[in-house]
C-alpha cells in the first residue's frame, strides 16, 4: 500500500511537471507578444519555421503524453506508467535539444561588421588587405555570437596593425601588394573552432621575450620554447606596440581577449610562422546553457567537473604525508594536487581513501581531489546570484534531479591557482639548497 501510494505521489508529480512545461511551451500569445515588444532589439533572433514547427509537434506528443499518465494515475497501472516514464524521458531529451537549437544563429551573422572594419582600418592605415570568410553557415549559441564579436574586432585589429604589411614592404619580401586575413569557422569534436589567420610578417619571438624581460615577466637566462613565448602575449597589460594608437597598443591587450573566451568556456592560442603570418586559434562550446560534465562530492557538497578539462581519475591511501604533500605523480611526472575540501572549507572526516580528479588546461595538469565520484551528468548552468559573484573558483550552478544544487567548478582558474602556487612553492625549494 505505501508502494502504490509513493507511486501515486510520483506519477502526480511529473503530470504537474508535464502540464508546467506544456503551459510554457504554448504560452499566453498576448502576455508573449507583450514581453517580445519589451524586450531590446538585440535580444530578438530570427526563427527558422522548420524548427518552430518540430518544436509545436513536440508539444502534440507532450499532450498526448499526458493523458496516458493521467489514465495510468487512474488505474495505479504501475506498467503504463514505466511506459509513459521512459517516453516522456525521450520527448523531453527532444525538447531541450529543439529548444537550444531554436538560439542556434549561422556565424556569418556577423561577418559584414569585419569587411567594414577591415575595408575602413586598412584605408586609415595606408595597407591594402582582402577579408576572406570561411564556414560562414557554422552554427553557434546567439548568446555565444554576441560576446564574441568584441574580441574577434580587436584580433583584426591587431592582424592589420602588426601583421599584414604596407604594400612596398609585401612587394619586397615576394608578396603580392594586397595582404589577406581569413576568418574561417568550423565544427570539431562538439566544439566551434574559429580561426583568424593573416598572411603579414608573424610575430618577432625575439621582441616579445625582450619586452617581457623588461617587465620582470622573465628571467634574462630563461630557456623557454616559442610556446611559451606567444603565452606571454596573454599575460595582463602585456604589448609590443612602441606608441599608442587608435587601432592597436591600446593598453587593452590579448589578456581581455583570453578572459573574455575563457568565461564562455572557451580556449585561445597562437600561432606564429615568420615571414609567413600568425593566426589566433578559438576553440568554443556551442552552446553556453548546458555542459556535460562529471559529479562530484566532498562531504555533503556536490561540485560538477567539465568534461572538457577532465582527463581521468586516481585514487590515494589519506595519511599525514599526503596531507602535507599537494602533488600526486601521474605517468611519471609529478602534478600539483588542489584539495577541495580545504578550498571550500567542507566540514567533515576525510575518508581513508581519496579520488583525484585529473584535469587539463593547455597543457597544464592538476589533480583535484575529491571525497566521491558520483558519474557523468550533464548540467543545464544556472547563473550566479550577484551577491555569489565573488566566489572565484565557481563558473556557475545546476539544478539535480534529486532538487539538490551542485556548485560548477571554474577549472581554468583553479589550475593556474594551482600551478602558480605549485612553482612557487619550487622556487622556493630551489633558493634554499
Known amino acids: 500500500a505505501l508502494a502504490a501510494q509513493r507511486l501515486r505521489e510520483l506519477i502526480q508529480a511529473k503530470l504537474r511537471a508535464v502540464e508546467a512545461a506544456r503551459t510554457k511551451a504554448v504560452g499566453k500569445p498576448q502576455a508573449a507578444k507583450e514581453k517580445a515588444e519589451s524586450q531590446p532589439a538585440s535580444a530578438s533572433l530570427r526563427v527558422d519555421s522548420a524548427k518552430l514547427d518540430a518544436l509545436v509537434n513536440m508539444v502534440g506528443e507532450l499532450v498526448i503524453l499526458q493523458s496516458r499518465l493521467r489514465q495510468a494515475v487512474k488505474g495505479e497501472d504501475m506498467a503504463a506508467a514505466a511506459d509513459v516514464d521512459e517516453d516522456l524521458e525521450r520527448l523531453t531529451d527532444a525538447m531541450r535539444d529543439s529548444a537550444l537549437d531554436l538560439r542556434m544563429l549561422p556565424i556569418g551573422t556577423v561577418f559584414n561588421v569585419f569587411i567594414r572594419l577591415v575595408r575602413d582600418l586598412s584605408a586609415s ?232 580528479v585529473i584535469t587539463e588546461v593547455e597543457g597544464e595538469m592538476v589533480g583535484l581531489t575529491v571525497d566521491q565520484v558520483v558519474g557523468r551528468q550533464q548540467a543545464v548552468i544556472k547563473s550566479l546570484d550577484d551577491s555569489y559573484r565573488h566566489l572565484n573558483w565557481i563558473a556557475g550552478t545546476t539544478i539535480n534531479g534529486d532538487g539538490s544544487i551542485s556548485l560548477i567548478l571554474d577549472v581554468p582558474r583553479l589550475v593556474r591557482m594551482a600551478r602558480g602556487k605549485y612553482e612557487q612553492q619550487a622556487a622556493r625549494e630551489n633558493r634554499m639548497r
Open 125 to 356: 592605415l595606408g595597407k591594402e588587405t582582402t577579408f576572406v570568410a570561411e564556414g560562414a553557415e557554422t552554427e553557434l549559441d546567439k548568446t555565444v555570437i554576441d560576446r564574441l564579436k568584441d574580441p574577434l574586432i580587436h584580433i583584426i585589429r591587431n592582424c592589420l596593425d602588426h601583421g599584414i604589411e604596407p604594400p612596398d614592404e609585401r612587394v619586397r619580401a615576394g608578396k603580392p601588394p594586397a595582404g589577406r586575413i581569413t576568418l574561417s569557422a568550423g565544427h570539431s569534436g562538439g566544439n566551434v573552432v574559429i580561426r583568424i589567420a593573416d598572411d603579414g610578417r608573424g610575430i618577432d619571438l625575439s621582441r616579445i621575450r625582450k619586452k617581457a624581460v623588461e617587465k620582470g615577466l622573465l628571467a634574462p637566462d630563461a630557456e623557454v620554447t616559442d610556446k611559451e613565448l606567444l603565452a606571454i602575449l596573454f599575460e595582463p597589460g602585456f604589448s609590443t606596440a612602441e606608441r599608442i594608437s587608435d587601432v592597436s597598443g591600446r593598453g587593452v591587450g590579448m589578456d581581455v581577449v583570453k578572459k573574455n573566451i575563457e568565461a564562455m568556456r572557451g580556449t585561445v592560442d597562437m600561432e606564429n610562422a615568420p615571414g609567413q603570418g600568425t593566426a589566433t586559434v578559438i576553440t568554443l562550446p556551442l552552446t553556453l546553457a548546458i555542459i556535460d560534465g562529471f559529479n562530484v562530492r566532498v562531504g555533503t557538497e556536490s561540485y560538477i567537473v567539465p568534461l572538457a578539462n577532465l582527463r581521468g581519475f586516481q585514487e590515494r591511501f589519506v595519511t599525514e604525508t599526503t596531507r602535507q604533500v599537494d602533488a600526486i605523480e601521474r605517468m611519471g611526472a609529478l602534478i600539483p594536487v588542489v584539495s577541495l575540501r580545504r578550498l571550500f572549507v567542507v566540514p567533515g572526516d576525510q575518508p581513508e581513501y581519496e579520488r583525484v
